[in-house]
């Protein structure tokens, strides 16, 4: 059985050695008098074909197309890829993508960032995970917090006892331990309990406010079902996250 990285290195060769038989191509055509239209079909053909591998890249990915395309008009929907005036309905694939459409632009990049597969005109930066996007249920969440940490908790309207925050009395089954960190966010979760989605998904929407965040997220065995440690200066970034989530 191959390994993991081993896969990876070979899809992403796979995806480079297409972008230059394709230049390679282009060339050729010159000579033919057809370059305008043998562009814009490669170039549709070769979007969709890329569109559909990404859904299997483990990790995040940024490929810039090797040409120039400021004479197209690019547009990604939610199953096909479509250079204006190539064909009505442009070239299908199979996946989940975020529609887009570039135009004017020089360059052309294909991305894969967390569960997001989009193309930009200009080089994104890609810093979320891959993971199950969740709602917290807040009848069911109780926040464990002391001093300052418990402002998060009390932007939720729970109430807190000593260093347990909740709403009403009933039990709860999600627990959330909040404590200071110095550095960044690290968010560990209990792999004997439920998964990652959780913390996976409050760390996902606070590098969505800001992408340049260090996060680190990490599984261990803990009391709790997960724990998150944030920089006092991230807290009420990660209390509004939490409450938009909830």
């Known amino acids: 059985m191959q390994k993991r990285g081993t896969l990876v290195l070979r899809l992403v ?3 480079a050695l297409s972008f230059v038989i394709i ?29 559909q591998e990404l859904q299997h890249v483990p990790g995040n ?4 197309h090797p040409r120039d395309v400021s004479d197209f008009i690019v547009r990604l929907e939610s199953s096909e890829f479509v250079v204006v005036d190539t064909s ?16 004017n632009s020089k360059e052309l990049y294909f991305y894969k960032n967390g569960n997001e597969i989009s ?8 810093t979320q995970r891959e993971c199950v996007d969740v709602r917290l249920d807040r009848s069911r969440l109780e926040i464990q917090a002391e001093g ?11 109430k807190c006892s000593e260093k347990v925050c909740a709403s009403g009395e009933s039990s709860k089954d999600v627990k959330l331990a909040v404590t200071p960190s110095q550095e ?3 968010a560990y979760f209990s792999v004997s309990s439920s998964n990652k ?50």
């Open 184 to 186: 960044g966010i690290a």
């Open 197 to 246: 989605d959780v913390v996976c998904t409050i760390l996902n929407n606070m590098l969505a406010r800001d992408s340049s965040l260090i996060t680190w997220l990490v599984p261990g065995k803990l009391s709790q079902n997960y724990r998150i440690e944030v920089q006092p200066s991230l807290r009420e970034t990660l209390g509004t996250v939490i409450q938009e989530k909830s």
């Open 88 to 103: 009505s309905r442009g070239t299908t694939f199979l996946g989940k993508v975020n529609p887009a459409v570039v135009q």
């Open 119 to 126: 193309i930009a005109a200009k080089k994104p930066v890609v």
């Open 61 to 64: 990915i940024v490929l810039r």
């Open 148 to 158: 300052a940490q418990q402002d998060i908790a009390k932007a939720l309207a729970f």
């Open 13 to 15: 060769f796979e995806l």
């Open 23 to 51: 230049s390679g191509l282009l060339s050729i055509s010159r000579g033919l008098g057809t370059q305008q239209t043998f562009v814009k079909q490669s170039l549709e053909e070769e979007g969709a074909l890329v569109m």
